[in-house]
């Protein structure tokens, strides 16, 4: 096995979190090399011809390949797990740039309520509003002090949106860069409708360009084409912000940053007294190395991370790096994603196949800090959108024909004759709704299934509680009625939240299991995602979400390891393996 | 459109013969999750399907998506091309799928004996419980198509006494619909749930996926409901116009990309030879 030279930082993932501080600590003089499990890519040539909605879409080309390893559920304790053998849930990618190529780039920043959900809620309504069982903690970072990390990035990626547009937003110190994106027809329909009924929407903030730009970093950047092939896909000419966009060729040219793509890291090594002394890694020829490094980041998906964790066991760390004190795995959650208010409006060209999934509108009304719960069954909330574009055939027609029309039957002439009636006349409506932590949803190693290299697979513990089914409730009777006040002639409008499952795609807004806190009896980092039992181990992304908020994660993992770089820049690196204040 | 992907369907050829069916070796795909189409389809002769088997899978979709040479349906785009060069190329599954043991058993009632010594052979789950888990069959779509063909025509032969393509529409509809209820006795592995879902999603993709994977023949699955396909882009205008979808582009049609083009003013992008209409910036645009 041949033992690398000796770098300052190594990166577990190739993907935006890595990239960022690739480029804050290689400007600084640290070297830094990340380690990623997928291929190299660029959108040139990458991604020139991948129109094809077969491969990418339904077959999930660019995602973590379940042929080697994937992640195991359950709904309960109580219950067994099994393989999730094929994609549903989420969509974990894998590849330079991550999930930061594929992503849809809705770019939202949570609430500053969000930062402080427990207390908050408390303070209003009194402890006994929790839910049973929750385990919801405050954040230990407020969102006035992420408020300038936010501005950076978004005007780092040119981000798109309207800063005057929705007046119940959280406070913003400067607008957006560029203007809206052009949403689609039903965003039209949609905001006339909610406003009839006092609601306030407004066109979706976005990390795809609305107009050429010319970043910080100095790269030229085209507007969106409106192609329609965006999630799942990379972007031909780059307008869909990404690592690539921006952050990794801020990195490279440092000179300090490195990349190794096709490369799996085994393991973090640790030494007798409990730190990080690098990782070991089988490269695509399946060469093992040795990857000496002074700090170690874990940089990739959020089950990633915890499950690198978990793996760790070396040293004193005998149950996983992170875990002396059994915290790791705690306080998963996910997010309410669902869109199963459908409307059909006959004769009309809605069209919905162009554009992206940010070409639309938005309404933050029904979101927890914009609710006065004193008299509801349940806390948080949840964003509404109007139907967002890049509809393809091969992932939606099996959906049709909608509830209620002709004999029912999914086949036959009833299939066919809703298909070319309603496919492109049928517009949905989307809830993304809070999910709140509780004692009986966690994250763990599987006893049984392991991935083709022998290793566990990480085990989800998770299912929806009383307070989803309650806010799903409420939520779905209000999409209702605005769904009905945007006229169609069949409706389709469920009232109960379905169990959860995993083969229904939701959203791959998996969060926590590696949580940022106040002290090691809570969480697993402090508020820099330094790791309390390894203080030369960082954890980045939206494992270190207490719980997750109604909105996409992108734009708040980003400003916290914006404030994670320049932390370890000016402080760590001053005084090193000591925790951060 | 060759590259590491045509190398690695090479080694996966399926050979019709082999009565054994076994999980493949798949860590190629560690690099290419997943194939690209194929370099080419050939019509002429069938790779997988023994012809009886295609008969029934031809009339089995047209039944799901029926046509007519004005209208086409299933058998009009190819859905039968499309599914035997998919199970052709790869052996498995084209999207990753993890296929390591145990494998479900469900039960009802109580749990059986075994299920308390967390055997490694089988995981036990309640039956009304295993639909929220997804996939977990350990079949792979070779042998779901192999042994569910046979068990269409075992319900064809119980129900109306005759092979599945023997019978006439409205039998093959009711035997159609038996399986789309579940409500068919005679699958047993793959179950009936299983099969229809094999068979309806391949259709979907038989039928409107790009023709490079040989079904959506003349792109009729598109034409059906308004899909253009392979499209370079769209003006915020089009967003907004309301209007009929363009005629449809495939894949193999769409304009390379002319990288270091300014492609940020209010036209659309070149597009191919096929849709001359759309190289034109319509005066309204102007």
Known sequence: MAVKPRVNVVTIGGGWTSAILGWKLGEAGHKVVAIELGPGRWANPGFQHNHDGLRFHARHAMMINLRNETWTWRPNPDSPSLPMRQYGTFNPGQGLGGAGIHWTAQLWRFYPQDFRLRSSIIERYGEEKLPEGNTIQDWPVSYDELEPYYTQFEWDIGASGDADANPLGPPRSRPYPNPPLQHNIVGDMFLEAATQLGYHPFPFSSGILSQSYTDPFGNVRSGCLYCGFCTRYGCEVDAKSSPQTTHIPAALNTGNYEVRTRSRVLGINVDDSGYATGVNYVDENGEEHEQPADVVVLSGFTLTNVRMLLLSRGGPHGDGIGNDRGRVGKNYTYQHFVSPWRGHFPGKNLNLYMGNGTTMMAMHDLVGANLDHSDLDFIGGAQVWSSSGERDPETTVGGFPIEGTGDGRKWGQTWKDALRDQWNSTADLIMEGDSMPYVDQFLDLDPVYRATDGQPLLRLTFDWHENDYAMYRYVAERVKGIMEQMGPDLIEAPTELDPYNVHQYQSTHPTGGAIMGSDPDNSVTNKYGQVWDTPNVFVTGAALFPQNAAANPTDTVAAITYMQGDAIRDQYFANERKLMA | ?286
């Open chain 2, 1 to 286: 459109m060759a590259g590491v992907g045509g190398g690695v369907l090479l080694g996966c050829e399926f050979d019709p013969n082999d009565t054994e069916i076994t999980i493949p070796d798949q860590t190629w795909a560690y690099a290419e999750n997943v194939p690209p189409p194929p370099d080419s389809v050939d019509r002429s002769r069938l790779g997988f399907f023994k012809p009886d088997e295609a008969a029934t899978v031809e009339a089995f979709t047209a039944r799901l998506i029926p046509g007519s040479p004005d209208d086409p349906g299933a058998r009009e785009a190819g859905v039968t091309t499309y599914i035997d060069t998919a199970l052709t190329k790869v052996v498995g599954y084209w999207e990753p799928t993890y296929l390591e043991p145990p494998f479900a058993e469900t039960y009802t009632g109580s749990p059986p004996p075994e299920a308390d010594n967390s055997s490694i052979e089988r995981i036990f789950v309640q039956k009304s419980e295993i639909d929220r888990y997804g996939f977990q069959s350990s079949l792979i779509p070779q042998e779901i198509y192999r042994m569910g063909l046979r068990s269409v025509d075992a319900l064809a032969r119980d129900r109306f006494g005759a092979r599945f393509t023997d019978l006439s529409e409205d039998q093959q509809d009711e035997i159609v619909g038996a399986i789309a209820d579940d409500d068919a006795p005679t699958f047993d592995d793959p179950s009936a749930k299983l099969f229809w879902k094999t068979i309806r999603q391949d259709t979907v993709y038989g039928m409107f996926a790009d023709p490079a994977y040989g079904g959506n023949v003349d792109m009729v699955g598109w034409k059906l409901i308004g899909y253009p396909g392979a499209q370079r882009g769209y003006t915020p205008i089009d967003m907004q116009s309301g209007d009929a979808p363009r005629p449809p582009q495939s894949l193999a049609q769409l304009h390379a990309f002319n990288a270091g083009v300014d492609v940020n003013c209010d036209i659309v992008l070149p597009v191919s030879d096929s849709d001359p209409e759309n190289q034109q910036i319509p005066a309204s645009r102007k």
